[in-house]
């Protein structure tokens, strides 16, 4: 694995933080969809939204060092895209020089914190529209968490359809994550029916001015197949919290994969952070299920 020079990335930081723009300004980019279509990005903006934990480990992701190590191998192997994540993880990338001919995925709202009493309000607290073209990045990305039992909800709607519309006014691509939520002792679950997904889709694919640069990035659920008849939107894969055995996941991924409209996947801490810990086959096997699906 090629050394990651931290010493040189730490310095720039504290005596020349001006480089971050520098770097960004001059990479060379590529084209969204190319060669056979598809996208593998690999996530890592989960750590803004307060959640560290991968499995039984809470603090799996609190070694910043260590993510850097692995989303360093993950954006060496062939077939990976791009990277989604929150503009301290990206600046980092940058100065590490992983960003050039890849995808950049901006995340825009990180304000609903991981177990906290606020967590429905996914305000938008890093990238803006402006800022995303600002840094030349190559797609927008937030969470929809839709919580019929919480007014909170249309203030994240209101935001989110703000966020749509800028973002098709720039000719920028947005990423929209919807879930229907609710509220179980005091946390935030997930609602991952087949139904619950569908309606999600709805909602979201409603907001903002224009549809023309919307895409959706969806848990794989039972039925995809009912999933995906429901948007003509084009679709990403989420590839979800690690939990399970890892070659069902796998097998999962693969015939969802085979839907029409699905152009790949997003996937962060369950290849991150594989189980027997090596990285690099975990990334090559979601990069050989997207690219020779």
């Known amino acids: 694995m090629t050394s990651l020079d931290f010493d040189a990335l730490r310095d720039a930081r504290a005596a020349h933080p001006a480089r971050i723009g520098e770097i960004l300004a001059s990479r060379t980019r590529r084209e969204l969809i190319r060669g056979d279509g598809r996208l ?6 989960h750590r803004a939204r307060g959640a560290l934990g991968v499995r039984k480990d809470a603090n799996a992701m609190a070694n910043r060092y260590a993510l850097l190590e692995s989303l360093s191998v993950a954006l060496r192997r062939p077939g990976v895209d791009g990277v989604l994540g929150t503009p301290d993880i990206i600046d980092d990338l940058a100065l590490l020089g992983l960003l050039d001919d890849k995808i950049v995925v901006g995340s825009m709202n ?27 990045l190559d797609f927008a990305k937030n969470l929809v968490r839709i919580n019929l039992e919480d007014a909170g909800s249309l203030a994240t709607l209101e935001a989110t359809a703000l966020a749509v519309s800028e973002a098709a006014a720039a000719g920028l691509p947005i990423m929209l994550e919807p879930f229907m939520s609710t509220w179980v002792n005091g946390r935030v679950k997930n609602d991952l029916t087949t139904d619950a997904v569908i309606l999600s889709i709805a909602i979201a694919e409603g907001l903002g001015n224009s549809s023309a640069y919307s895409w959706l990035k969806l848990p794989v659920v039972p039925d995809m197949d009912r999933v995906m008849a429901a948007t003509t939107l084009p679709t990403l894969l989420l590839g979800g919290d690690p939990v399970g055995d890892q070659t069902e996941t796998f097998e999962s991924w693969r015939h969802a994969l085979e839907l029409p409209g699905v152009r790949g996947l997003v996937v962060g801490r369950s290849l991150l952070y594989p189980h027997d810990g090596n990285v690099e086959s975990a990334i090559d096997t979601a990069a050989a299920l997207v690219h020779d699906a």
């Open 40 to 45: 593998f990005i690999v996530a890592a903006d």
């Open 110 to 136: 990180r304000g609903g914190l991981w177990g906290s009493s606020f967590e429905m309000d996914d305000r938008y607290t890093a990238y803006d529209i402006d800022k995303l073209k600002r840094d030349r």
